[in-house]
DNA sequence: CGGAGACGTATAGACTGTCGATATAGGCGG
DNA sequence: CCGCCTATATCGACAGTCTATACGTCTCCG
């Protein structure tokens, strides 16, 4: 049992709602969901980019080459339409479940 | 792409917590689950006793064959010590995920 | 009674997504 | 020039969920 696993199924949503702040490349995305989550989320090499090709595949995300601040190729992703559109579905069906949890957990 | 699926990971903590309200047979913790969620989530038969007997192995429950209120066989699951240790773990372990992901959620 | 259907448990197979490990490549500094 | 950091990438293992199917048995009803 690994330490700080994150649910599976959240992923892209924090991708995609990270990328709602400007065009970025993969590693910034994840220090950025580190960041944004005060470090509760580490999102590792190996199931970034799976995640990131997934949803380019599915056109939620486009990308370009291009150079990270450190001098570095780097691959700029971007939110397509149809990603922000996801993004809207996902972060519904979020509050759907865990509005449903708590409801569960609250039961005496 | 399932309709309801159901976040992975929360099973668990869902079936415990249902059996803190009392020891139940597999299909009445599912029902108790669908009903305590208001029906937003349904644990299918494929998915409710893979868990139900891989948390039996992890000691998180015991089990006891007797009969159903309507005379069927029943296999009746109750929380074990450890099964109370584990469900405040996931409970924890929820808060945290949940309050995180909120937190990247409301980020403008 | 005899068949239909509901109840309850069970498993197999496909599929998806995450993780750990490892690889490559280029820039930067000593 | 060599080691380290950044950045992307892939592979294999693994876990957990879903669909579909199966089987026994109790109840109800014709």
Redesign the interface.
Same mark, same amino acid.
């Given at each position: 049992m690994g330490q700080t696993?994150? *649910?599976?199924? #959240?992923l892209d949503? %924090?991708i995609l709602? +990270?990328l709602t *702040?400007g065009e970025m490349h993969g590693l910034a995305i994840a220090r950025r !969901?580190t960041q944004? +989550?005060?470090g509760?989320?580490e999102v590792k090499p190996g199931s970034l980019f799976p995640a990131l090709h997934r949803m380019e595949e599915a056109g939620w995300l486009s990308s370009e080459w291009g150079e990270s601040e450190t001098n570095r190729r780097a691959k700029y992703y971007r939110l397509s339409k149809a990603g922000r559109k996801q993004l809207k579905a996902e972060?519904e069906e979020?509050g759907?479940?865990?509005?449903? !949890?708590? %409801?569960?957990?609250q #039961?005496t």
């Open positions: 696993n994150l *649910l599976q199924g #959240t949503l %924090l709602k +990270t *702040l !969901i944004m +989550t005060k509760a989320f972060e979020w759907r479940v865990s509005v449903a !949890i708590a %409801l569960a957990l #039961t």
